[in-house]
């Protein structure tokens, strides 16, 4: 026997908010997200969207006012409950435009928590435009469906990253010289564990950098096979090991749509 009941429309529009919410909380949009409501998904007062704070979960709002300078949306229920992302760092040495904004955008689709660039010997680029990451992440987070931002760390020397480096998260340096364990060897026991991924520059470490990682506990020297990969496809190789091998990608797939949620209207006013 089908159901008579009418499926409930999952709204296009996904978007990252930092106000609070909860039913019949208003939240607010820059000027940015209320042009691209506006003027690219043609949006209007009464039309549903996504909201996410990285907080309170996901919820089904209501566009209110939307003018130029910026709009707001009333929140109507909760979609999905928060969720923590797995407890994933990557560390990367910057690269060219264009191809670290690519890095960016991908790992925030792949789950990380934390980016974290690094000034190595050899990173030819010595700059990090955060705003720009930043908005990357925002975006990618906004379209893979995930409850959170990742975090975004000022670039900082290598030395000064593992200066101060947390106890009981260890450090999985891509080392393409060659002696590095198989990756595929050294991720299976970290299965919801606390973990880093470090990255070197196209250039890759220099034989002192290596040295002293080698010396250091927390530091496991893992290897990606035997091709030479660019920073940004060693970066999302090592990502998608670990999400395999000892991440979130074995919890059975993403979360339920509000169309397949039963509970979408539990929490409206």
């Known amino acids: 026997m089908t159901s008579s009941a009418p499926a409930l429309r999952v709204p296009a529009i996904r978007l990252y908010v930092g106000d609070p919410l909860a039913a019949g909380a208003v939240a607010t949009f820059d000027r940015a997200q209320a042009h691209y409501l506006r003027n690219v998904m043609r949006a209007k007062a009464g039309d549903d969207v996504l909201l996410f704070n990285g907080r309170d979960g996901e919820w ?3 566009v209110g006012e939307l003018g130029k300078a910026g709009g707001t949306a009333r929140a109507v229920a909760r979609t999905r409950p928060q969720q923590a992302s797995p407890d994933l760092w990557l560390l990367f040495a ?3 435009s264009g191809r670290i904004e690519f890095l960016v955008e991908k790992a925030t689709e ?5 980016l974290a660039p690094v000034l190595t010997e050899r990173a030819v680029v010595r700059r990090v435009n955060e705003a720009r990451l930043r908005a990357h ?3 990618a987070a906004e379209q893979s469906g995930r409850l959170d931002v990742p975090a975004l760390r000022p670039a900082q020397t290598l030395e000064a990253a593992l200066a101060n480096w947390p106890a009981g998260r260890p450090l999985f340096v891509c080392d393409e010289s060659g002696h590095g364990v198989p990756i595929g060897r050294a991720l299976p026991d970290r299965r919801k564990r ?7 520059p196209e250039g890759g470490f ?3 950098e290596l040295d002293a990682l080698a010396k250091l506990a927390f ?3 893992v290897g990606l096979g035997p091709r030479v990969l660019r920073a ?8 998608a090991c670990w999400q395999a091998l000892a991440g979130d990608w074995g919890d059975g797939g993403p979360g339920l749509s509000p169309s397949a949620d039963s509970s979408l209207v539990a929490d409206q006013p």
Do not use: D, H, N, Q
Not at 110 to 114: D, I, N, P, Q, R
Not at 194 to 200: K, M, Q, T, Y
Not at 232 to 239: D, K, S, V
């Open 232 to 239: 940004e496809t060693a970066a999302l190789a090592a990502l």
């Open 110 to 114: 792949l789950g990380v928590s934390l």
């Open 206 to 208: 220099a034989p002192g």
């Open 60 to 62: 089904r709002a209501t």
């Open 219 to 221: 530091v496991t020297r």
């Open 137 to 139: 992440a925002v975006e």
């Open 194 to 200: 606390p973990g880093a991924v470090l990255i070197g």
């Open 94 to 96: 910057p690269i060219k």
